[in-house]
């Protein structure tokens, strides 16, 4: 079975202050690995995947497959950053993703 | 084309009725994808399509939902006899086989059973 788990529901830092979304996962072959983000109000959308190794409005993730991680993270926050994010899992290439339950990030002032 | 969109964008139904839901993909995207998400949780994968083909539903949650894409565009989805356990964001994702993968999302429509 496969599973996404991030530990942290809610995330508060003070802008300008490095942030880190950790991100664990399960799954027993090579999975894709993705962030997605929800600001307020709008729809679920793309922030990363891990096989572009972008960096993404400033935000990078590194899969770890030893510590089966792809935790993300950003060196200075931005008070526009504040969303939910959800790491998930695709396992087979075409087949639905598997999310965790998201971590609410507040940017304060 | 604006992306992906979901009609209606909320439902308030009572216990027992049938509720379908409608999702346009983008218009060249081949795979469709549905997903339930309920308060404090990411959203839950559901079923799929490639084209016409549902090519995945052993996650639909009971015989009581069902999916279609009769026609390889637009998809629907039926809950019937809804229980107030239903009440949750239903989204909608579609995506390109020839490309990265990338799903892209819908508004969702939010059930309510009362």
């Known amino acids: 079975a496969q599973r996404v788990t991030q530990p942290e529901k809610l995330l508060s830092v003070f802008k300008g202050a490095p942030v880190e979304l950790k991100c664990n996962y399960s799954y027993s072959g090579s999975p894709e690995l993705f962030w997605y983000v929800q600001y307020s109000r709008q729809r679920l959308q793309l922030l990363l995947r891990h096989i572009s190794r972008e960096s993404i409005k400033g935000f990078t993730a590194d899969l770890n497959k030893g510590e089966t991680s792809f935790h993300l993270k950003k060196p200075f926050a931005q008070e526009e950053d504040s969303a939910m994010y959800y790491c998930a899992l695709q396992g087979g290439g075409a087949d639905g993703l598997t999310f965790g339950k998201g971590t609410h990030l507040i940017i304060q002032p | 084309d604006t992306g992906v969109s979901q009609d209606p964008r909320h439902k308030i139904t009572k216990r027992g009725q049938n509720v379908t839901f409608r999702c346009d993909p983008i218009?060249?995207?081949?795979?469709l994808y549905w997903y339930r998400q309920t308060l404090g949780q990411g959203p839950e994968f559901l079923t799929y399509f490639q084209n016409e083909a549902q090519l995945e539903k052993s996650r639909l949650l009971s015989d009581r939902f069902s999916a279609e894409r009769p026609k390889g565009s637009f998809s629907t989805l039926e809950i019937q006899r809804t229980e107030q356990g239903d009440s949750a964001m239903y989204l909608c994702a579609s995506s390109w086989s020839g490309g990265t993968y990338e799903q892209y999302f819908g508004p969702g429509t939010r059930l309510t059973v009362t």
């Open positions: 218009s060249e995207h081949n795979r």
